[in-house]
């Protein structure tokens, strides 16, 4: 059989997984969940029936999916990975083993690669889409929209405007953004002035982190989430915007300490924290007996005792034009309209640490204006797409004193 056959084939199994465990009004839903995201990692609820594909060599099942893998590079072709990791337990784990981090593949096939950090090399080029009436932002992977808006979900956020601070809860997928459900991914915090943001995580930053006692996981199945139960976050990042005191005009300045990632990751050899599945379930026997320690605040990544300093990344200063009469950086044609969120960050180093110029340079995370509600963003590692859509997230929000 050609590898075009067995991709045909597995596209046709498309709309017959959503049908295994489900049945009636939740056929829809599900396969709508199918097409967005589906996590090899957590188990279905009922048994899925093995077929011919099932019993497949696995040296051949390595080599017809590892051939599927290598075919397809780009969404939504792509889509024919997640197809293989939910034909049956075999395939979903031989899957897992054959793809590879975005940190060492450039790209984004499972939803655990949105918290694994990027490529260190080419940036992953997604857009971000605002919708002003509903208060929601749409994290796209590509460079522009297409045409036929077909384009891949990767997150969204929507906004929600509290007394004294503002939250962009954010999820997996763009219709539910409850803290109770298995799509929550996290939430970015505001304070009162829109001077400081806090960027919460759903789950630890790597899976050794899970396994410390103490730290409580709130990825746990739909029944067993009680509407009262709130969801476990652990600080992952602290965003600050400096007080405009005289009101000159200028672009914003901005610092981001990251909780979660060591200044040894830009090193040469370095690495940074990287996620290999979701935590998994646990059973409300333990979860309750642990949750009052979850209560009294978020976890905080930092306090767990490490001594290793932390990545702390600046806005890159712009250059005043005096032709244009404006602050200009060169965004390599990624950005085409001015705004003041526009911002492009790097370590901010001291020469103490000896990290290479080339390093210092480089640009790990860069945002900007396109058009009408339409904006770019740009990232590599040792940031991953969430922590990045997270501090893209905290530009949108109103900072009178900043400006």
């Known amino acids: 059989m050609s590898l075009k056959s067995i991709v045909r084939e597995l596209r ?18 599900w396969s709508n969940r199918t097409r967005s995201h589906i996590v ?53 784990e031989i899957t897992k083993e054959i793809v590879k981090t975005p940190e060492e593949c450039g790209r984004l096939t499972f939803p655990i690669s949105l918290k694994q950090p990027g490529p260190r090399e080419s940036p992953i080029q997604c857009f971000i889409k605002r919708d002003k009436a509903n208060s929601v932002y749409l994290l796209y992977f590509g460079m522009t929209p297409s045409e036929d808006e ?25 219709d539910d ?14 304070n009162f002035l829109g001077t400081k943001f806090t960027i919460h995580d759903s789950q630890p930053p790597s899976d050794a982190a899970i396994q410390q006692p103490g730290r409580i996981s709130r990825r746990f199945h739909a029944e067993q989430v ?25 672009p914003r300045r901005m610092h981001s300490s990251m909780h979660s990632i060591p200044l040894s990751s830009i090193r040469e050899g370095g690495s940074a924290p990287t996620p290999k599945s979701f935590p998994q379930s646990f ?13 009294e605040s978020a976890m905080d990544i930092s306090s767990s005792g490490t001594s290793q300093e932390l990545l702390v990344l600046k806005n890159k200063a712009p250059r005043w034009h005096e032709q244009l009469q404006c602050w200009c ?13 526009n911002f492009q960050l790097v370590a901010a180093v001291d020469p ?38 997270a501090i893209c997230l905290s530009s949108f929000d109103t900072k009178p004193a900043c400006e």
């Open 12 to 29: 046709e199994m498309k709309d017959g997984i959503g049908n295994i465990s489900r049945r009636g009004t939740e056929r829809k839903h």
């Open 40 to 92: 090899p990692d957590v188990a279905l609820s009922d048994p899925i029936e093995q077929g011919q594909w099932a019993n497949l060599p696995p040296e051949l099942l390595l080599d017809i999916i590892r051939r599927v893998e290598e075919s397809e590079a780009s969404w939504p072709a792509r889509s024919v990975i997640l197809f293989c990791a939910s034909v049956c337990k075999s395939w979903r």
């Open 150 to 174: 077909r384009d891949k979900l990767l997150l969204s956020a929507k906004k929600i405007r509290r007394a004294t601070s503002t939250d962009f809860v954010i999820s997996l997928v763009a």
């Open 177 to 190: 953004f409850s803290r109770a459900s298995n799509m929550y991914a996290g939430k970015l915090r505001s």
């Open 226 to 250: 009680s509407p009262r139960v709130p969801a476990c976050n652990y600080r992952v990042a602290t965003i600050s915007y400096e007080l405009n005191v005289l009101r000159t005009r200028g």
């Open 283 to 295: 059973n409300e026997k333990s979860f309750s007996a642990r949750l009052s320690k979850a209560k």
């Open 329 to 341: 950086l060169n965004f390599k044609g990624r950005v085409t309209v001015a705004s003041v969120k």
């Open 352 to 389: 103490s640490h000896n990290i290479p110029v080339a390093e210092q340079e480089k640009v790990i995370l860069q945002f900007g204006k396109i058009g009408k509600d339409i904006f770019t963003m740009d990232y590599r590692y040792p940031l991953s797409a969430f922590q990045a859509f």
